[in-house]
T-cell receptor, first 112, second 118 residues
Framework: QKEVEQDPGPLSVPEGAIVSLNCTYS??????FMWYRQYSRKGPELLMY????GNKEDGRFTAQVDKSSKYISLFIRDSQPSDSATYLC????????????FGTGTRLLVSP | GAVVSQHPSWVICKSGTSVKIECRSL??????MFWYRQFPKQSLMLMAT?????????EQGVEKDKFLINHASLTLSTLTVTSAHPEDSSFYIC??????????????FGPGTRLTVL
């Protein structure tokens, strides 16, 4: 069993839709939860990070962590074609961003 | 913002040759650099962690004699794939981190290097 599971997609939505991206994990030691966006042939770019359980909002993006269910989500409101990319969840048991464990990434396609 | 570059962006080589990939932090000093490998439709897998001036720490299953890592300065780390074989073909990504300041220790990723071994 992988430590972090993520549906690879692709997930296709029309412009303006609310997008829900999810990851599950098995290691209860994970405390930091990150979402990265990766465009084709580029390195990952940090979108948001959350420590422990709870919600965090940044503009159109909301990250949720439910440690009891070992389940994290990223919601994108009013999705735009420019949001089309691969979204990777990542987790860390250590302080901050030490030794990240990534999901496979979900490819998102937002059509105009 | 913090910028990390990689060179080359892609490389094709013959089986048995060695390939060197450079990772540079352009506007900050990176006390720690990380090397990841990403196979198609798979997640980024950490290969090794290197601290400036120290030997790299390799993850389980990564051959340190095959993947040579040098972090000789605070802005440069190199990964050398020795005697490359087709199964080493992958996307190699580095990330760099400044000296930790409290809880927030973000890694900044390079754009990656696509290696194809014929």
């Amino acid at each position: 069993q992988k430590e972090v599971e993520q549906d690879p997609g692709p997930l296709s939505v029309p412009e303006g839709a609310i997008v829900s991206l999810n990851c599950t994990y098995s290691n209860s030691a994970f405390q930091y939860f990150m979402w990265y966006r990766q465009y084709s042939r580029k390195g990952p770019e940090l979108l948001m990070y959350t420590y422990s359980s709870g919600n965090k909002e940044d503009g159109r993006f909301t990250a949720q962590v439910d440690k009891s269910s070992k389940y994290i989500s990223l919601f994108i409101r009013d999705s735009q074609p420019s949001d089309s990319a691969t979204y990777l969840c990542a987790m860390s048991a250590g302080t901050g961003f030490q030794k990240l464990v990534f999901g496979t990434g979900t490819r998102l396609l937002v059509s105009p | 913002g913090a910028v990390v570059s990689q060179h080359p962006s892609w490389v094709i080589c013959k089986s048995g040759t060695s390939v060197k990939i450079e990772c540079r932090s352009l506007d900050f000093q990176a006390t720690t650099m990380f090397w990841y490998r990403q196979f198609p439709k798979q997640s980024l897998m950490l290969m090794a962690t290197s601290n400036e001036g120290s030997k790299a720490t390799y993850e389980q299953g990564v051959e340190k004699d095959k993947f040579l890592i040098n972090h000789a300065s605070l802005t440069l780390s190199t990964l050398t794939v020795t005697s490359a074989h087709p199964e080493d073909s992958s996307f190699y990504i580095c990330s760099a981190r400044q000296r930790p300041r409290g809880e927030y220790n973000e890694q900044f990723f390079g754009p990656g290097t696509r290696l194809t071994v014929l």
